[in-house]
């Protein structure tokens, strides 16, 4: 069908959907999406809220976050996405891919679990891995919150983050 529309003169807008908690955005957040940029026509990163996780910044100021650190991508939105599988969300804004990255052996057990149940609710949607090179294969938002406390936590975290996200822990974790 694509060859078919291409032969026509038109090609389908492929867009993809890089979801996530975003709690901070970390710089590994950062290399998937520029990466995702690159290989799609439209990328929506898609703040996940879900009720039951105890995040340290509200859907709206991640979303801030996010926008402010990704303002140079104009083929690019944020978006906020709760009570919905993914791939159901993915579906409903027109989107024909979803972007997950892996960094380890039990992500890549998880990601392709989910992505055999989002392809029995719509074969239509594909699932792409990304996996991050070395430097941010070990990094996660869950990784730089348990780093924060100890002497030193400041510097420790700052390689990780990008430079406003940086600045807002330092606002939210520093003693006044």
Same mark, same amino acid.
């Given at each position: ?92 804004? $027109? ?6 990255? +892996? &960094? ?7 990601? #392709?679990? /989910? ?33 924060? $406390? ?6 420790? +975290? &700052? ?7 940086? #600045?807002? /822990? ?7």
């Amino acid at each position: 069908m694509e060859h078919a529309l291409k032969a026509r003169g038109k090609r389908q807008l492929k867009r993809a959907v890089y979801a996530g908690s975003f709690d901070p955005v970390t710089n590994g957040h950062l290399w998937m999406i520029r990466e995702a940029v690159e290989l799609f026509d439209e990328l929506i990163v898609a703040v996940g809220v879900n009720p039951d996780k105890h995040c340290t910044f509200s859907a709206e100021q991640r979303v801030a976050l996010l926008r402010e650190v990704t303002a140079g991508f104009s083929k690019l939105r944020v978006e906020v996405f709760e009570n919905q599988f993914l791939v159901n969300y993915a579906q409903s804004v $027109g989107a024909n891919y979803i972007v997950r990255g +892996i &960094r380890t052996a039990s992500d890549y057990e998880y990601e #392709r679990t /989910m992505r055999y149940i989002n392809s029995d609710l719509h074969p239509d949607i594909t699932t792409l891995f990304l996996l991050p090179p070395r430097e941010y294969a070990e990094v996660s938002s869950t990784m730089v919150k348990g780093l924060i $406390g100890p002497r030193g936590w400041e510097g420790v +975290i &700052r390689q990780y983050l990008p430079e406003p996200v940086y #600045r807002k /822990m330092l606002e939210m974790y520093s003693p006044q």
